[in-house]
């Protein structure tokens, strides 16, 4: 019998980027296309409509559930249908982010007004005779700041060799600190208000960012009989606060009396039903339990905010 060559098996294709061994039109270890061609001007005009096409048609699908059925997106979520909608933490990012930086182009309500007729008041001086500062005449805080600590961090040839180093930063840190809370106090009402609306606007991203696990927090709290995750409430927050951003985007909108007072009302609405949809419960009481937990989470917020502003002032931030 001749001896007859036999042909090696051809080698079973894998992945190009994980090496895994590939059985269809996609790796089932990464996800990435198995058939892989030079890269052409054509192919990436076809690549750049397709991710776009993708990313658009998850949007409007997320935010169509997001609007139409409150809470059907956080029970999708959990019972694992996910691939179609953009992600809770990147939903909550992207809203958050148009709405701050459109509210920063536009005006937007102050926090702290100064007293009618009190604006160019001082905010509070010692000396009830002296003239209240302009805007010209206020310094700012950074340069009496930068004047105190020089000051003070330029001490006498003689007593340099006999101060520590830790007493001068600290003699310094205390200048720095008490120069601007001087300056502070010396503007007038309007100039103050000013400033910590300032503050407040700047500070509230991140202000509210965190106070996001606070809320999921006090949903825990709230529906402690549940036996729920903590990550489960820490969802609902966050697919609630992109609806809230959401809205607050459309308010910026000049919209007609009746449709405005619409949106205004349709957060506390908005909550009450997906609260019951995702955890159950009656209407009422549901109802009243949004009422306690708007309120305690409003004074939070009020407070972080302010918080926030005053140390932003105090920092010279």
């Known amino acids: 019998m001749s001896e007859q060559a036999v042909a090696a098996p051809a080698p079973a294709p894998s992945c190009k980027n994980c090496a895994a061994p590939l059985g269809g039109a996609y790796c089932a270890a990464c996800g ?30 997320t935010l169509k559930l997001l609007i139409a059925q409150p809470g059907v997106l956080t029970l999708d979520y959990i019972a694992g249908r996910r691939q ?13 982010v148009v709405f701050f930086a459109l509210s ?11 007293s009618s007729g009190d604006e ?23 340069d009496a700041g930068k004047s105190a600590a020089a000051a003070v961090s330029k001490p006498a040839a003689a007593d340099e060799a006999y101060v520590p180093e830790q007493v001068r930063d600290f003699k310094t840190g205390y200048a720095l600190l008490d120069a601007r809370i001087h300056a502070f106090f010396s503007q007038t009402q309007k100039q103050a208000s000013a400033q910590i609306n300032r503050a407040v606007v700047n500070d509230a991203p991140v202000a509210m960012f965190f106070l996001l ?8 709290l709230a529906y402690l009989r549940h036996h729920l995750r903590y990550g489960v409430h820490l969802l609902f ?9 959401l809205d607050f985007l459309l308010q910026e909108i000049p919209w007609p009396d009746i449709v405005a007072a619409v949106l205004k009302l349709a ?23 949004v009422a306690a937990l708007m309120l305690v989470y409003s004074v939070l917020i009020a407070i972080t905010l ?11 931030g």
């Open 267 to 289: 957060i506390p609405i908005y909550l009450v039903l997906a609260l019951r949809r995702v955890y159950g419960g009656k209407l009422w009481t549901t109802g009243l339990g």
């Open 306 to 316: 302010f918080a926030a502003a005053v140390v932003s002032i105090l920092l010279g």
């Open 104 to 114: 920063g182009l536009l005006s937007h309500p102050d926090w702290v007004q100064a």
């Open 213 to 220: 696990p606070l809320f999921a927090g006090l949903l825990q």
């Open 237 to 245: 927050a966050l697919h609630f606060h992109a609806f809230v951003f």
């Open 32 to 61: 990435q296309e198995a058939r892989i061609e030079t890269p052409t001007v054509g192919e990436f005009l076809r690549e750049f409509v397709q991710d776009q096409m993708a990313l658009e048609g998850k949007l409007l699908r």
């Open 120 to 142: 160019d008041k001082p905010l509070f001086s010692l000396n009830s005779k002296a003239p209240p500062q302009t805007d010209a005449q206020q310094a700012p805080s950074s």
């Open 84 to 96: 179609c909608y953009i992600r809770p933490l990147r939903l909550y990012l992207a809203l958050s």
